[in-house]
């Protein structure tokens, strides 16, 4: 089993910064990609950014250019900086570690976070 715990959400001013942390916890795993997304109220959710273990991301068109994904792989630790804060950011982050593998059994497995609530508002 893996836990991932999310941080670093609140409120914050249009053009405004916020950073968003992820730590996955467990025994004698790896993960390969780790990933934010978010959920706004009645909208499904949806792809933010994924990294992997390599460093290769990927961005949802939308935060092209104003986040940021990263990742420390001895922490087993994804970060979001997210920059130029726009009210339609708003929404639930929730991070997400896929393809994790154990040592001690076989199969890939998928884990998500609680989410962190994200607000950017005057």
């Known amino acids: 089993q893996v836990q991932l715990v999310e941080s670093g959400g609140g409120l914050v001013q249009p053009g405004g910064s916020l950073r968003l942390s992820c730590a996955a916890s467990g025994r004698d795993f790896s993960i390969n990609t780790m990933g934010w997304y978010r959920q706004a109220p009645g909208k499904r959710r949806e792809l933010v950014a994924t990294i992997t273990s390599i460093g290769s991301t990927n961005y949802a068109d939308s935060v092209k250019g104003r986040f940021t994904i990263s990742r420390d792989n001895a922490k087993n630790t994804v970060y979001l900086q997210m920059n130029s804060l726009k009210p339609e950011d708003t929404a639930t982050y929730y991070c997400?570690?896929?393809?994790?593998?154990?040592?001690?059994?076989?199969?890939?497995?998928?884990?998500w976070g609680q989410g962190t609530q994200v607000t950017v508002s005057s």
């Open positions: 997400n570690a896929d393809r994790v593998v154990f040592t001690i059994r076989p199969g890939e497995y998928d884990y």
